[in-house]
């Protein structure tokens, strides 16, 4: 049918990456049959293709990422390429700035929004290649600041993930934490700190999730939830197509479970402070009233004796004085 043929056009996409602004979903690169930008207006639910300018990525964006700030979506690498490739939505316009980045795979990594930088964990060079890692086996992290367009290495520390890709992942702001879902060589969700870069593996109160190696999939946080659907499993017959969604509670910092209902009303706990002590107030004195008047009695009668005494000592030095100078004046 000519409308299915049209349709096609526009959304028949494999490997290709999405982001999101207000209104619209684009849906960039892949194996197309169409343009290299598609969009989905979810306001009117129409696809439209898109004609790009500048520096146009061809076809080397598959099985990438993509990360969008304000008007600029932003995708790095592709099919051996070490590139970072920037749309500008509003003039539909690309830009590109090379990378000598080393420590994170083009293809097959997981790519967070954190502020105004952008987080790479883990992928590979090259489709046919291995999960990336280095020499020490460590999972660094690369991290682009989209303020300058520049790059920085973090290593990371703990309970490292030494092979990722593949995988899903999130960010929750509110604990500060990237969780990593699955991938080619685990089963595992791993969690980041994103205050210092230390890697743990969640504790999650139940059973449930995926029971096999779950690649291609995605990973959606919606209130107090994420969302894990689709993809493909990994077993030693070969691939098959995933049609699985699982639901994770992450509400709670330190401990997920699995679920099946969505509660809208459930939030995302903040991280508990730890509870400062207020002042101890001044305890009341108890004072005696009895105790004052007979301590003031007291001093009164001390004063008086103290008194009485100082004027004996004066009247009797004055009266010396007198007797002295009558003497005197007395002499011939």
Not at 311 to 332: A, F, K, M
């Amino acid at each position: 049918m000519p409308g299915t043929v049209a349709l096609c056009s526009v959304t028949c996409k494999t490997g290709a990456t999405a982001c999101a602004d207000e209104t619209t979903i684009y849906y960039i690169g892949g194996w197309h049959r169409g343009g290299l930008v598609s969009k989905f207006n979810t306001i009117s639910l129409q696809w439209s293709k898109s004609t790009t300018s500048g520096s146009i990525p061809r076809e080397e964006i598959k099985f990438v990422n993509c990360a969008i700030l304000g008007h600029n979506i932003y995708i790095y690498g592709g099919y051996a390429v070490n590139k970072m490739n920037i749309l500008d939505t509003s003039k539909l316009f690309w830009s590109t700035f090379t990378s000598s980045l080393i420590y994170s795979g083009t293809q097959y990594y997981s790519a967070t929004l954190l502020n105004d930088s952008i987080l790479y964990i883990g992928g590979k060079f090259h489709s046919l290649d291995g999960c990336q890692t280095n020499s020490n086996q460590e999972q660094p992290i690369s991290i682009f600041n989209t303020n300058d367009n520049t790059w920085r290495i973090v290593t990371t520390s703990v309970q490292i993930p030494t092979r990722k890709c593949d995988h899903a992942s999130v960010y929750i702001p509110q604990h500060n934490r990237i969780l990593l879902f699955y991938g080619v060589d685990y089963i595992t969700i791993n969690s980041l700190d994103t205050l210092t870069f230390t890697w743990t593996i969640p504790v999650i109160l139940n059973s449930g999730g995926p029971l096999r190696r779950l690649v291609r999939h995605t990973a959606t946080l919606i209130g107090a939830y994420v969302l894990i659907a689709f993809g493909f499993y990994l077993t030693d017959e070969g691939r098959f197509t995933s049609s699985d969604i699982f639901l994770l509670d992450v509400s709670h910092k330190d401990s997920y479970k699995w679920v099946t209902t969505y509660d809208p009303i459930n939030s995302i706990q903040p991280i508990p402070t730890s509870p400062i002590s207020p002042t101890s107030p001044t305890p009341p004195l108890n004072i005696n009233i009895g105790t004052v008047i007979a301590g003031a009695i007291g001093l009164l009668i001390i004063g008086m004796i103290i008194g009485s005494v100082i004027t004996g000592l004066l009247r009797s030095i004055i009266e010396r004085s007198n007797i002295n100078r009558v003497n005197y004046d007395r002499l011939p």
